[in-house]
């Protein structure tokens, strides 16, 4: 039961992130939902925004003491014109920070 309270959770903060960044005129992808293995892309991002100017790949949670997944994130090569970005919801705040370097 919380299991599947975890995924509902998550996946209302991707559906934030998701409509935020076409507000912002963003294309958006999100992998198709799998059932047996991570639906993440590379293992580590779960959405990818592009617009003309930038292509950004985003890991999205909750809010946590330390996020996870920052030091693989952060630790990948960076092509010109292409970020890495970790965004963290404040569900009290009702905003995401968003970290692209740490």
């Known amino acids: 039961m919380k299991k599947v309270q975890k995924r509902k959770r998550g996946?209302?903060?991707e559906k934030i992130a998701f409509d935020f960044l076409k507000k912002k005129k963003f294309l958006v992808?999100?992998?198709a939902k799998v059932k047996?293995?991570?639906q993440d892309i590379f293992g580590l991002f779960d959405l990818i925004a592009l617009n003309?100017?930038?292509l950004k790949l985003i890991q999205v949670q909750k809010q946590r003491k330390r996020p996870y997944k920052t030091k693989k994130i952060f630790k990948l090569p960076r092509p010109k014109k292409i970020s890495y970005e970790l965004w963290v919801y404040d569900n009290k705040e009702k905003k995401f920070k968003i970290y692209d370097k740490i």
Do not use: A
């Open 11 to 13: 996946q209302r903060i």
């Open 29 to 31: 992808w999100k992998p």
């Open 36 to 38: 047996f293995h991570s």
């Open 52 to 54: 003309k100017n930038e």
